[in-house]
C-alpha cells in the first residue's frame, strides 16, 4: 500500500523560508504527477502547486507564484516544496498527494489525486 509522509513544517517568522519533503513509501514518485495541497481552519483545500509527471513541468497557484518552488529527487523518491517570502496568510497544513496512474497529468483537482500524506503544519506568525 502506498504511503506519503510530509516533514518540514514549521514557525516561522513573515518573510522567513521553509522546505517541506513529501516521501513516498510503497510507490514510485517517478512518472507520477504530485501535487500540494494546503488547508487553513475554516477554508477549503486549496491546490498550491503539481510537478509533471515525466516533462518535468511545475504548476503554481497564484498566491504562491513567484515565492514557491516543487521538485522531485527521484533517486530518494521524494518531492519538495520550497516556500520563500513567507507571509501569515501561507499558515496552513500541506498535503502531498499523487496520482495513481503512472503518466498522468497535473491538476488542481484533489479528487483526482490518489495517494495523500498526513499532513504538515506550517505557521507564519511573528
Known amino acids: 500500500q502506498g504511503q506519503l509522509v510530509e516533514s518540514g513544517g514549521g514557525l516561522v517568522q513573515p518573510g522567513g523560508s521553509l522546505r517541506l519533503s513529501c516521501a513516498a513509501s510503497g510507490f514510485t514518485l517517478d512518472y507520477r504527477a504530485i501535487g500540494w495541497f494546503r488547508q487553513a481552519p475554516g477554508k477549503e483545500r486549496e491546490w498550491v502547486s503539481c510537478?509533471?509527471?515525466?516533462?518535468?513541468?511545475?504548476y503554481y497557484g497564484d498566491s504562491v507564484k513567484g515565492r514557491f518552488t516543487i521538485s522531485r529527487d527521484n533517486a530518494k523518491n521524494t518531492v519538495y516544496l520550497q516556500m520563500n517570502s513567507l507571509k501569515p496568510e501561507d499558515t496552513a497544513v500541506y498535503y502531498c498527494?499523487?496520482?495513481?496512474?503512472?503518466?498522468?497529468?497535473?491538476?488542481?483537482?484533489?479528487?483526482?489525486?490518489?495517494?495523500w500524506g498526513q499532513g504538515t503544519q506550517v505557521t507564519i506568525s511573528s
Open positions: 510537478i509533471g509527471s515525466t516533462d518535468g513541468n511545475t
Open positions: 498527494a499523487a496520482r495513481r496512474n503512472v503518466l498522468s497529468l497535473c491538476t488542481e483537482s484533489a479528487s483526482r489525486y490518489d495517494y
